[in-house]
């Protein structure tokens, strides 16, 4: 229950740091994505019905803050979720190094998840020019952050695990 | 089929909420109006959140951008104290430039004006003690000046070479109580010889008392001692003493060249002659 809401406040510093600071860092339009990391890390470590849950909401947190259309974020971070998962139990994807390559491919799974979404169901114009341009730069932001907020998350669940026990 | 269920429990539910979203974002592309159930719920409960978060990064990011833009000023501030005094010294520069081509062009004139062998040369230094009026110039006997040679510039006479070394020589100035100058009154042609005197003016002696002579009269060189060419400004009368007895008078001039400013000279090499001889 502890980890639960350590994971949660981790959720909500994420979010917060999403729509205000990192907006305002952006590389072009590339900003690094957060919840994104975090979508991965339960993948990689929450093999749970919970950790499925999680990442839907992370998505649906997303579209409730983004002007895109509710369950597009929903959508890419739900299939990162179960790609992630799938393979880690066939991979052996436990160091450093693999798990920012993770992070790198999740999100250019999930940008491109988006941009069939809307190639499908909208009639979007160029944007998808758009996105492919920075797609790349955010993929690398993502990455390179991932180890920081893993050690985060890793550390605060041991925390609250420990506090449990 | 509940085992199935329980060991791909998470999976399955993965698979579930895939096809949740599909539908939320089907639903949601084909109507103008936003299908959102509990955004708003989620947008309301963190907006205390993000006006808190939002408050400390504009009061860090406003006051590093002013520590940046101060920061930034005092340099810009830096930089153009440099260039105001880098520019000031090159207008100094050039104004130096531009009065020293004046000069030298004026010599040029000077001796384009002469018949004869004239060296340019500078003034280096000039004499330390108030009681003499000599300066140093940077020519000697290997460019042509010798002893007695007669020293001019565009204005008039200057004095004459005292002593000549192999690259620099002493010149004698109109002014010094020392020297002396064959002059006439241009106007009256009267005679007499210009000295130096110790006020740093010169005065013309051994003037006849009945020659005609007045204040403003110009005094030029009469060419008679064998140094000077004839016909060149001397100076201007500012005053004339007679005395109540005697047979001569005096009369005070006023040197027509600066002595204490003048910077460059023409020495003449030989015997020179004007070539329009001042009437």
Known sequence: MRAAVVLTTVVIAALLLQTTLLPLTSIGRATPDLLLIICVYLGLHQHTVAGAMGAFVLGYLQDAFSGSVVGLNAFGMSLVFTLVYLTSQRLWVDNAISKVVVVFLASVLKTGAILVLIAVFLSAGNLWQTVVQYLLIEAALAAVLSPAVFALLTLTQRVAVAEEE | MLEFVRRNRVGLTSGLLLLISLLLFSAGSRTARRIDPLGGVVLDGMRPLQSITAAVIDAVSGAWQTYVALVGVHQENERLRRRIVELEQEAVR??????????????????????GDLQSAQI???DPLPWFSTVIINKGEADGVHKNAAVLSPLGVVGQIMTAGAHSARVLLITDHNSGVDAVVQRSRARGIVEGALDGGCVMKYLKRGEDVEVGDRIVTSGLDGIFPKGIMVGEVTRVMRGNRGLLQVAEVKPAVRLDRIEEVLVARGSVQLKDVLP
């Open chain 2, 94 to 115: 050039l104004s130096e430039v531009e009065q020293t081509d004046k000069r030298l062009e004026a010599l040029l004139n000077l001796r384009s004006g002469f018949d």
């Open chain 2, 124 to 126: 280096i230094g000039r």
